[in-house]
Nanobody, 122 residues
Framework: QVQLVESGGGLVQAGGSLRLSCAAS????????MAWFRQAPGKEREFAAA????????TYADSVKGRFTISRDNAKTTVYLQMNSLKPEDTAVYYC???????????????WGQGTQVTVSS
């Protein structure tokens, strides 16, 4: 069992930066693939970024590549999402999630946080 709690969301102007954190409970955190998803009002939840258990590999959606960076600290059982050059279209609720699979599909992620709101004003 893994419990996930996101933090760090807020209101930022276009071009600004935010750093999201996701604190995980459970001693098996380091064995999970961790990802960030986002969901804008009226839209489906979409993949943003994922990182493998030992940080040796990451993957990003085209829409965030070059602007967002995912990282993790297994000693602190925390995963991060550094978001730079934010755009109004990045406005969404951001969720972290854990999976045993290297996948971008929400249905393959077993554990989810409650989400944190990110709003980017123009």
């Amino acid at each position: 069992q893994v419990q996930l709690v996101e933090s760090g969301g807020g209101l930022v102007q276009a071009g600004g930066s935010l750093r999201l954190s996701c604190a995980a409970s459970g001693r098996t955190f380091s064995t999970y693939i961790m990802a960030w998803f986002r969901q804008a009002p009226g839209k489906e939840r979409e993949f943003a970024a994922a990182i493998i258990w030992n940080s040796s590999s990451t993957t990003y959606a085209d829409s965030v590549k070059g602007r967002f960076t995912i990282s993790r600290d297994n000693a602190k059982t925390t995963v991060y999402l550094q978001m730079n050059s934010l755009k109004p279209e990045d406005t969404a609720v951001y969720y972290c999630a854990a999976s045993r699979l290297w996948t971008r599909l929400p249905r393959d992620y077993t554990y989810w946080g409650q989400g944190t709101q990110v709003t980017v004003s123009s």
